[in-house]
């Protein structure tokens, strides 16, 4: 079993700036894909940007230019730094990863999500 949590989420003025984690736990042998997602109630959820390996990364049109993607393997922990946030980046985050328990397949876990509000 493993455990997705997401932290950093909060109320940001338009034009500021959050940093999220994701922190993996449990029974892991290796992860591959982390990616960040998010969603508005009433709404589907929506890719925002993933990273396979370092150097690695893609991003929704949306964020490219002011989210940055980043993990660090050692700790099993995906980063989302966004800059110049804006009100339509409102939404809960959630973190996926695919996560090998040590056979050959990974298996998909999402975080239970955190709240990004940007406001003034």
């Known amino acids: 079993q493993v455990h997705l949590v997401e932290s950093g989420g909060g109320l940001v003025q338009p034009g500021g700036s959050l940093k999220l984690s994701c922190v993996a736990s449990?029974?892991?042998?290796?992860?591959?894909?982390m990616g960040w997602y998010r969603q508005v109630p009433g709404k589907e959820r929506e890719w925002v940007a993933d990273?396979?390996?370092?150097?690695?990364?893609s991003y929704a049109p949306s964020v490219k230019g002011r989210f940055t993607v980043s993990r660090d393997n050692a700790k099993h922990t995906a980063y989302l730094q966004m800059n110049m946030l804006q009100p339509e980046d409102t939404a809960i985050y959630y973190c996926?990863?695919?996560?090998?328990?040590?056979?050959?397949?990974?298996?998909?876990?999402w975080g239970q999500g955190t709240q990004v509000t940007v406001s003034s």
């Open positions: 990273i396979i390996n370092v150097g690695s990364t």
């Open positions: 449990g029974t892991i042998f290796s992860i591959g894909y």
């Open positions: 996926n990863a695919a996560v090998s328990h040590g056979g050959p397949y990974r298996q998909s876990y």
